[in-house]
DNA sequence: CGAATTAGTAACAAAAAGCCACTAATGTCA
DNA sequence: TGACATTAGTGGCTTTTTGTTACTAATTCG
């Protein structure tokens, strides 16, 4: 009856080039900052996201560490996928399909590659057109899971002031939070144990560091929020 | 000092073989069920997601609309990226790489194609290792998105019940959610608007019709919740 | 007709979040 | 040295949201 079948899962598997584009994200200078880092001479931008292929038998996110390593000097220790990007915007290597790979760093984290720079989210350098894709969807990803994520702590030393993990937060979702709110929330929650250790940051009354460690899992049953819609 | 650049981003592109492999979700005799096409004879297991790899100049969600309704016999209206499966696990086709992509469509729709058949989640038949691992991120996806994004609705005819929507958050998340504070909340969120049917379903008293009609935007300004994370 | 069944809502109680104002501990500077 | 500016941290009141119970409404079944 049908010409051909129905469900087409014999076709040849075409052969593609893959590129695995690595979007570090860290504090800078109250703002959210990419990792960039020089393009080869005769590239059409300047900058480009560090990416690569993977190599045989390696994992995704294996390549996306490989990678922020090489710029980094040590591999963060937060990664997520943020979409696969096969539309025909250009990529600096070309490759058709690209796996977009966002990893997280604290603040103060140096580059261990004189080649590279961070650059704000909102005054980046003309990029690839496929990386202005991955670099947006990344920035997108990070700002809807902070409050599913224990994101924030990832961007954030080991220990912290209870304000600087306010400020990251706002940072991530774009406006000013309550203080004592955010902290009775955060009290709640049992994310954050405080340390004996007190940072004096010149003028005013010095702040007790804390440190991510959570320690309960509540059972969260709450009824479902339809004002959290995003599209 | 180091022997080789830290920025390793000139290698040449591998080529790799890639999959698209797509979960189509839909409720079914109070289930979330996926939709599986009949494996070729030969293959080790009986029973495979609809995948296929992508044309060239090809986008991944239309590949994905492609593969759907070669089995349903018309596309389905959601589609989204579950992420990019490498790892060595063991794909139908042997693909290097798959991209999963979750598809949702409503209930009552039947597939097209005789080689096809609903499982519910919870009593899928053997299935490759990685096909596997697509439907639980499928599903987790699913489950994670429910309430940023109108996906339920998708899981519904365009007019249906409120009792109808309830259940289908009921199936997504898993837990029995209160009527009333249901309805308090989809009453404030302006998303679904009356229309002036009702459907009576054998016994008791018939439901009004309503349809997906988002009108507002509420600013939403909310504080931050800790209790939400999932990992 | 009355019991069973499903839809829909009012009203109250409990919990959470927003908000303001306060106290505390430091540095600055006249 | 002592007032003041500055940042940290908290108590407690108000407002909003959510959980719960218990009701009323409209239908079928027998």
Redesign the pocket.
Known sequence: MRERPAVPMKSAVRRTTLAVDVVVLSPRAEALAVLLVRAPAGARERWTLPWDAPQADEGLEDAAARIAEAVLGEAPAFFEQVGAFSDAKRHPGDADVSIGIVALVPAGVEASSPDSGWFPLDGLPPLAPRHRAVVERAAAVARQRVDQSPLAFRLLPPTF???DLQSVYELLLGRRL????F???LQ?SYLVEPTDE?R?????????LFRFAPRKRRGA???V?FDLFTE
Chains 1, 2 share one sequence.
Do not use: C, Y
């Open positions: 002031t209870l304000t309550h203080k004592a709110s902290r009775r929330a709640a007190w004096s940051e010149g003028r005013g009354r010095p702040a007790q049953r709450r009824g929020r």
